[in-house]
């Protein structure tokens, strides 16, 4: 008896590692995985769209996103206005930028490239060739971050999804300020739901 629990228990602890690395995702695998999570998002507003949804979103680091998206701003905000603003972000990603890329990603055909390390970053490169669109290149930009690959970026054709979003949301805060901004996502959020 000693002897199968010994032999069980070393099973254990040699399988253990093997398993914990085949579960971690890479980086091309998380882009896969985000996307195939998006492209399952449906318009109700089922328990199924929700579960999809919260495993998208947690293949983006929201935090990371809002820093850089409210870049200069971020760090004027305490510490309640800037989990505010990042919950709202992850948000608008659920009900407004996930159903929206679902449609987008729905039939199309992905030709992932060879993934390339950058200094601080690994960057996904993939073409789409969309009906109406034509080909579209698409980078994701990735970090690791608690040994999980998460997307900070994504470049559609040359255009950064997060300056684009530091763009508008530096329009907001110059004319108004930085409240006007949180009341326009509310409402954007509020329309979408």
């Known amino acids: 008896m000693k002897r199968i629990l010994s032999a069980v228990f070393v099973i254990i602890y040699i399988a253990t590692p093997l398993c914990a690395k085949t579960l971690r995702l890479g980086p091309l695998d998380s882009v896969q995985q985000l996307l195939g999570e998006i492209r399952k998002i449906k318009s109700d507003h089922s328990a199924e769209k929700q579960k999809h949804s919260q495993s998208a979103l947690s293949l983006l680091n929201v935090t990371e996103i809002s820093k850089k998206a409210l870049g200069k701003y971020w760090s004027k905000l305490n510490d309640t206005e800037q989990e505010k603003f990042e919950i709202l972000l992850g948000k608008l990603f659920v009900y407004v930028a996930f159903p929206s890329s679902a449609k987008f990603f729905a039939e199309l055909d992905l030709q992932y490239e060879k993934t390339k390390e950058k200094k601080n970053f690994v960057v996904v490169p993939m073409t789409v060739i969309h ?35 530091r763009s508008q949301f ?7 300020d930085f409240n006007e901004l949180i009341r326009k996502m509310d409402k954007k959020l509020i329309a979408s739901q």
Request: proline share 0%; charged share 35%; net charge negative.
């Open 170 to 176: 530096y329009k907001v805060i110059k004319k108004k």
């Open 131 to 165: 009906e109406k669109e034509g080909e579209v290149g698409i980078d994701f930009h990735l970090t690791q971050n608690e040994d999980k690959w998460q997307v900070v970026d994504v470049i559609l054709d040359g255009v950064s999804m997060r300056n684009n979003l």
